[in-house]
T-cell receptor, first 112, second 116 residues
Framework: GQSLEQPSEVTAVEGAIVQINCTYQ??????LSWYQQHDGGAPTFLSY????GLEETGRFSSFLSRSDSYGYLLLQELQMKDSASYFC?????????????FGAGTRLFVKA | ETGVTQSPTHLIKTRGQQVTLRCSSQ?????VSWYQQALGQGPQFIFQ???????GRGNFPPRFSGLQFPNYSSELNVNALELDDSALYLC???????????????FGPGTRLLVL
């Protein structure tokens, strides 16, 4: 079956760096995405990795290791507005067609 | 560029009833996915439509069905509602361009369904 594991909660201070890890198990892996969701809002796309390595987009970076079925989201220069839930998601092309499987989410609390 | 819209925003139904939720894709997007999100959980994939055909389905029973129209808007229908169907229903549109473009899903604000 398909599953993703990520920490349920992370707390960090403003200005710091935080890393949110994600391990996955799928039958037909296409890529790993990250989404941010504020309370009461819709998920918004942050990044996507199909190949091994680091992708950088401003303060956010995402890493993938396909051989380890592992990825992480790195948030730098944390701001209060970064307090939100962060979801990793995998694109799976196994039986039943294409699916996007989301993790349970990591709630990030940024303190002053 | 018009974003993804969903209607209604909130809905209250009773057990056993049927419901139809609607989604308008972002301009230029031909793929729509539907998700169910319970409070404090990640979105659960229901199904995906590409050019009016279902091309992927999650672990949801057949009473969850959908449609995609020629203008790429979409409907989610749920029959015989159960209490556990109470959740936020999200639709997301994307372009079938491959790679990052295909994987960038734009979510609508969701429909919050309460089944009593």
């Amino acid at each position: 079956g398909q599953s993703l594991e990520q920490p349920s909660e992370v707390t960090a201070v403003e200005g710091a760096i935080v890393q949110i890890n994600c391990t996955y198990q799928t039958s037909g892996f296409y890529g790993l995405s990250w989404y941010q969701q504020h309370d009461g809002g819709a998920p918004t796309f942050l990044s996507y990795n199909a190949l091994d390595g680091l992708e950088e987009t401003g303060r956010f970076s995402s890493f993938l290791s396909r051989s380890d079925s592992y990825g992480y989201l790195l948030l730098q220069e944390l701001q209060m507005k970064d307090s939100a839930s962060y979801f990793c998601a995998v694109r799976d092309g196994g039986t039943g067609g294409f699916k996007t499987i989301f993790g349970a989410g990591t709630r990030l609390f940024v303190k002053a | 560029e018009t974003g993804v819209t969903q209607s209604p925003t909130h809905l209250i139904k009773t057990r056993g009833q049927q419901v139809t939720l609607r989604c308008s894709s972002q301009s230029g997007h031909n793929t729509v996915s539907w998700y169910q999100q319970a409070l404090g959980q990640g979105p659960q994939f229901i199904f995906q439509y590409y050019r009016e055909e279902e091309n992927g389905r999650g672990n949801f029973p057949p009473r969850f069905s959908g449609l995609q129209f020629p203008n790429y808007s979409s409907e989610l229908n749920v029959n015989a509602l159960e209490l556990d169907d109470s959740a936020l229903y999200l639709c997301a549109s994307s372009s079938r361009g491959g790679g990052r473009e295909q994987e960038t899903q734009y979510f609508g604000p969701g429909t919050r369904l309460l089944v009593l």
